[in-house]
């Protein structure tokens, strides 16, 4: 994202948890962030840690969901482990799609190479305890159609990266192609 220019440009951050990542790119120079999520506690941490901060004025957090919400267009729109949080992958990307003037970076789990089908395996795993708690549980979405919804809404992958975990996706389009 550094790469693609952070400074002056706004961001939305669906499912933004406690905000850490929205107050990483306020650093970093973005000129505002807007942050959605789920779970009210989640917004009232967002919103203490940015004016923690001293990013009172430029971080805005409020209860939503972005799949459905109205969202204000924005520069750069982050999901970070958001997606694979959330049963219905489609209106959330579209939504995020919708959105986004230029850039969208998301984080999902390594669901790909060699060891996928023993990932497969953990995550049922860690699902079936998770459900037991009536905890959220963790989806796998498929990743190639994730990438053509992009693609034919004029994003390019841009950068990709992986943990042993996680992998990192960064789209782009030209400005103005919305
Ligand atoms: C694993 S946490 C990640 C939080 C944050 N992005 C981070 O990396 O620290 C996933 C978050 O996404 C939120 N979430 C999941 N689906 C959502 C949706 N449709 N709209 C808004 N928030 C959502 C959850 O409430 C949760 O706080």
Known sequence: MRDEGIPERSVEDLGCGSGGFSVELLREGASTTVGFDLAPN???????LALLNGFGATAKFQVGNAATAELPPSDIVIM??????YSDWQPLLKNAIATSRTMIGFIVPRD?????????????????FARRKGKILFYLHPLDRIDKTLRSSGFTLKKKQGSRLWLVFLYTRPEGSR
Do not use: H, W
Request: aromatic share 6%; hydrophobic share 45%; with cysteine.
């Open 42 to 48: 989640m917004i009232q941490s967002a919103t203490q």
């Open 80 to 85: 970070d482990k958001v997606l694979c949080c």
């Open 112 to 128: 790909e190479g060699i060891a996928k089908p023993a990932f497969r395996v953990g995550v049922r795993i860690v699902n079936y």
